[in-house]
């Protein structure tokens, strides 16, 4: 597949995060793949994933599978 043009990606982000870092944010791209980029560096170019793999992550992370371990 081609790199998209991103121009005109409409970025999400979760109300989590602050107004200007600290977050990941997302756009749904018209192909179907996500892109996936650090407010904090956008300097590197968006990370694309599809469809499948993005909904195989959220799933993972509702069920916890990527919390960070409890310190002993």
Not at 27 to 52: Q, S, W
Request: glycine fraction near 6%; proline fraction near 7%; hydrophobic fraction near 40%.
């Amino acid at each position: 597949m081609t790199r998209p043009t991103l121009s005109d990606a409409r970025w999400f982000k979760s109300s989590a995060s602050d107004s200007a870092n600290g977050c990941l944010e997302v756009a749904f791209l018209d192909d179907g793949r996500v892109a996936i980029r650090d407010n904090e560096d956008l300097a590197n170019p968006p990370f694309l994933v599809t469809r499948h793999v993005w909904e195989c992550f959220i799933a993972g992370a509702a069920q916890g599978e990527f919390d960070p371990p409890v310190s002993a």
